[in-house]
């Protein structure tokens, strides 16, 4: 189990179907969502699946060719009765094959999600757009000090158009935390400090580091459904600085909601 940071970029989408539009985007990636699961071969033919051979010398299916899926779903579903939802329930698609639903989700990456951030607000929004209504903020947090990255600095939102979002002064708030820890890090002699990257003896390098990975979070959806992440991705500079280039590339208009999932 574990937590992790997403950033959802919506089309130009109205706050108040903000929640609506990004529990959409999320859905196909649902741990548990059920999904056709087809057996054996995913035959076209359902002698070609073992189970239906089974259910032939079970006297469930007539015992001779040319079954249609159609009919085998109907005889199974009635004569063991099979209802919608039970797991051994058989499905015909729209392509007339014959599958049952599973919820072992091949795209799954979460289980549950919340905009409301644990750790504090994740992003931070333009001085002059304080007060618009199409920020994301809330007002209830009450992180620890020690996990809130932007612990202490104004004007933080988790989320809103792209237009009124400060990615600059973002990067360079967590550019000034890092130099901090790279600087104790330093006069104390202690181990290395790992979060939120390895530190390495070069202060410059951290600092380039830290402006990679102060916006990017674990996965990015974008608003074609496509989801990329650190751990797909292989290597987590080239997916910051893919990460990066896409969202500074965005319209003005643009959404960009920064969600904390759980998997």
Aim: net charge negative; proline share 10%; aromatic share 10%.
């Amino acid at each position: 189990m574990s937590k992790f940071e997403v950033l959802v970029v919506l089309p130009p989408t109205p706050p108040e179907r903000y929640r609506e539009e990004l529990a959409a985007r999320l859905a196909p990636y649902r741990i548990e969502l059920e999904v056709p699961e087809y057996r054996d071969h995913a035959a076209e033919r359902p002698q070609d699946e073992g189970w239906v051979r089974g259910m032939q010398e079970r006297g469930v299916l007539p015992d001779r060719d040319g079954l249609g899926w159609a009919e085998v779903a109907e005889s199974v579903n009635r004569r063991l009765g099979y209802l919608p939802g039970d797991p051994n329930h058989v499905y015909v698609d729209e392509a007339g094959r014959g599958y049952f639903l599973s919820t072992r989700n091949p795209r799954g990456e979460w289980d549950y999600y919340s905009l409301h951030q644990q750790d504090g607000p994740y992003l931070l929004h333009l001085p002059e757009a304080a007060g618009d209504p199409r920020l994301l903020v809330h007002d209830d947090y009450e992180p620890d000090p020690e996990r809130d990255r932007l612990h202490g600095l104004p004007h933080r939102c988790d989320g809103g158009p792209r237009g009124l979002l400060d990615f600059e002064a973002l990067r360079e708030a967590h550019a000034r935390s890092v130099g901090r820890r790279h600087d104790e890090w330093v006069a104390s002699g202690g181990p290395q400090p790992y979060r939120p990257f390895p530190f390495t003896p070069d202060r410059a390098q951290n600092l380039a580091l830290a402006r990679a990975a102060a916006l990017p979070g674990y996965a990015l959806l974008r608003t074609d459904g496509s989801w990329s992440d650190i751990r797909r991705r292989g290597d987590s500079t080239a997916y910051w600085q893919e990460t990066n280039d896409h969202l500074d590339a965005l319209d003005p208009d643009a959404v960009v909601l920064a969600v904390s999932c759980h998997s």
